[in-house]
């Protein structure tokens, strides 16, 4: 049979087992602190990565509500999901016109890209050109123009609205900052510009030396804590939770999922859960706890793709279908896992209803 002929609707999806709940007071509220903490300059926010994975379609628009007015992505694909909610002039590209087809994309949306090269200014000019930004690398030896190149002519004749620069150790008392920060002033002396910008989340906690015009937060709004000036301010953004979808008894002596890497010792309840390591939960997580309200849930055995299991000694309420918290305080957690807050925001899977 041709499936393409069926005209048969799908049926409405189930619930999902997953879920991540927003708050998006705290997202406000973290936008609105970081907007105070760079006192006469207005914070922007990063939204690449879907906003750092916790879907931008639900960010964008409670950040714009916030106040924010300048919108950060890193690929051309990441566009159309902040367009929906922004006007096309607040949207930058980080990547940047890298081929041809990206500035006509930029030019016929009316979206701006972020300038980094010779070749890629070059490139701008030649597909029309416009307003821009420019981002000028002072240090991090990333995305961004030489310090050598910013004489060049092709510079010269860019229309540029932001220009910016990145910090490479904004999260640590480095004299790479200051180092960074004097550059920055030296390229702000020669490239004339409508605004200039340099400071990420830990470069507001720098200070207002560090913030110019315009600030670029991403981890803060979404509660990750890079300095620990942040931390008293910055509130969870966050909350994932996986549903149980079975409650076994064990015996003493039956071993728990792949290579039965945990053994129980004595009769006990079970709850597998539908939370893996496809869903951005990885190995590195355990030793470790899911939690229900007060109770801790410790992780028996190994992680697998689509399930954990958990001991349900201390909450022995728990049925089928209960949801489970998974612990998401992005510092604690961090410092638990090795894995960096960013990792765990961005690899929150795509199972998790949003
Ligand atoms: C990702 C990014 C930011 C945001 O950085 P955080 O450390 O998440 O605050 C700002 N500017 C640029 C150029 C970035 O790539």
């Known amino acids: 049979m041709d499936r393409r002929k069926t005209s048969k609707p799908m049926p409405e999806l189930p619930p999902p087992s997953l879920r991540l709940r927003l708050d998006d007071g705290a997202l406000a509220a973290n936008w609105r602190a970081l907007d105070a903490m760079s006192g006469a300059a207005h914070a922007g926010a990063a939204v690449k990565a879907d906003a750092y994975g916790l879907g931008a379609g639900k960010v964008v628009p409670v950040l714009r509500d916030a106040g924010a007015r300048d919108f950060f992505v890193a690929h051309w694909s990441e566009v159309p999901d902040v367009l929906r909610h922004v006007d096309p002039a607040q949207v930058a590209v980080l990547h940047g016109p890298v081929r041809a087809e990206d500035a006509a994309y930029a030019r016929s949306v009316g979206v701006r890209p972020v300038i980094n090269s010779i070749a890629q200014a070059k490139r701008w000019t030649e597909a029309g050109g416009g307003p821009c930004h420019l981002m000028v690398d002072t240090g991090i030896n990333r995305l961004g123009l030489s310090l050598a190149d910013i004489g060049d002519p092709a510079i010269a004749a860019l229309d540029v609205d932001l220009l910016i620069s990145h910090l490479a150790s904004a999260d640590e008392d480095s004299p790479l900052n200051a180092r960074q920060l004097a550059r920055f002033r030296t390229v702000c002396a020669e490239i004339p510009a409508q605004r200039r910008s340099l400071a990420n989340s830990a470069g507001i906690a720098l200070g207002p030396d560090f913030a110019f015009d315009l600030t670029r937060p991403g981890i803060a709004l979404y509660g990750g804590v890079p300095r620990g000036e942040l931390a008293s301010t910055i509130r969870q953004v966050a909350y994932p939770q996986a549903a149980v979808i079975q409650v076994r008894e064990l015996a003493a002596g039956?071993?728990?999922?792949?290579?039965?890497?945990?053994?129980?010792?004595?009769?006990?309840?079970?709850?597998?859960?539908?939370?893996?390591?496809?869903?951005?939960?990885?190995?590195?997580?355990?030793?470790?706890?899911?939690?229900?309200?007060?109770?801790?849930?410790?992780?028996?055995?190994?992680?697998?793709?689509?399930?954990?299991?958990?001991?349900?000694?201390t909450a022995p309420e728990v049925r089928e279908g209960d949801w489970l918290d998974v612990p998401f305080e992005l510092p604690t957690q961090a410092e638990a896992s090795g894995l960096s807050q960013y990792e765990l925001l961005t690899t929150l899977g795509r199972r998790f209803r949003r």
């Open 254 to 313: 039956d071993g728990v999922g792949y290579n039965a890497a945990f053994t129980a010792a004595e009769a006990m309840r079970a709850g597998v859960v539908s939370l893996g390591y496809a869903d951005g939960f990885l190995r590195c997580r355990g030793p470790g706890v899911l939690r229900r309200g007060e109770a801790r849930l410790p992780l028996l055995g190994k992680v697998s793709m689509d399930m954990v299991v958990v001991d349900l000694g």
